[in-house]
T-cell receptor
Framework: QKEVEQDPGPLSVPEGAIVSLNCTYS??????FMWYRQYSRKGPELLMY????GNKEDGRFTAQVDKSSKYISLFIRDSQPSDSATYLC????????????????FGKGTLLTVNP | EPEVTQTPSHQVTQMGQEVILRCVPI?????FYWYRQILGQKVEFLVS????????KSEIFDDQFSVERPDGSNFTLKIRSTKLEDSAMYFC??????????????FGSGTRLTVV
């Protein structure tokens, strides 16, 4: 079983639609969950960050984490053409040794197109 | 907004040659990383660097690779004797501002390495 699985899409929606993006994972040590947005030939840009289970909202974006199901989601409300990008989930397990830090394990990314 | 800067944006090199990829992390960050993304594949962790030493490295990061922080601002990735399969986007990232919780990376825009 892959450590992080993400449906690569592509996903095409009309402007204004609600978009749901999801990842599942197998490593129960993961505690930190992130969503990144990546435009073509650019670096990942952090969108949302969540620690442990629960919901977090930021404007049109809502991140949900269900650790019992090992399942995370990102919802985009009132989607815009400018939201068209690849969305990457990423996660990490805390390590408190020698300053070692949050190595991220990424999903493969979901390509989203929002059509005007 | 502070940025992670990477140079060059694109590097073409002949197989067997050495390349150095350069990065300027965000100035008050303490943790530095290199990731790579082969076309169509996941973003993969290579190495993390803290307090002037490697804190963690992946299986990919073998003796062919090395990192260095030669001065207070630059962070470099050296790839010796490049192979065709080293062709990828290489992303530098930094995290962990002084006195702040360590979460959420800032990635650079990447260096596209093409080995011919």
């Amino acid at each position: 079983q892959k450590e992080v699985e993400q449906d690569p899409g592509p996903l095409s929606v009309p402007e204004g639609a609600i978009v749901s993006l999801n990842c599942t994972y197998s490593n129960s040590a993961f505690q930190y969950f992130m969503w990144y947005r990546q435009y073509s030939r650019k670096g990942p840009e952090l969108l949302m960050y969540t620690y442990s289970s629960g919901n977090k909202e930021d404007g049109r974006f809502t991140a949900q984490v269900d650790k019992s199901s090992k399942y995370i989601s990102l919802f985009i409300r009132d989607s815009q053409p400018s939201d068209s990008a690849t969305y990457l989930c990423a996660m990490s397990a805390y390590r408190n040794s020698g300053g070692s830090n949050y190595k991220l394990t990424f999903g493969k990314g979901t390509l989203l197109t929002v059509n005007p | 907004e502070p940025e992670v800067t990477q140079t060059p944006s694109h590097q073409v090199t002949q197989m067997g040659q050495e390349v150095i990829l350069r990065c300027v992390p965000i100035s008050n960050h303490l943790y530095f990383y290199w990731y790579r993304q082969i076309l169509g594949q996941k973003v993969e962790f290579l190495v993390s660097f803290y307090n002037n030493e490697i804190s963690e490295k992946s299986e990919i990061f073998d003796d062919q690779f090395s990192v260095e922080r030669p001065d207070g601002s630059n962070f470099t990735l050296k790839i010796r004797s490049t192979k065709l399969e080293d062709s990828a986007m290489y992303f530098c990232a930094s995290s962990g501002g002084q006195g702040k919780a360590n979460y959420g990376y800032t990635f650079g825009s990447g260096t596209r390495l093409t080995v011919v």
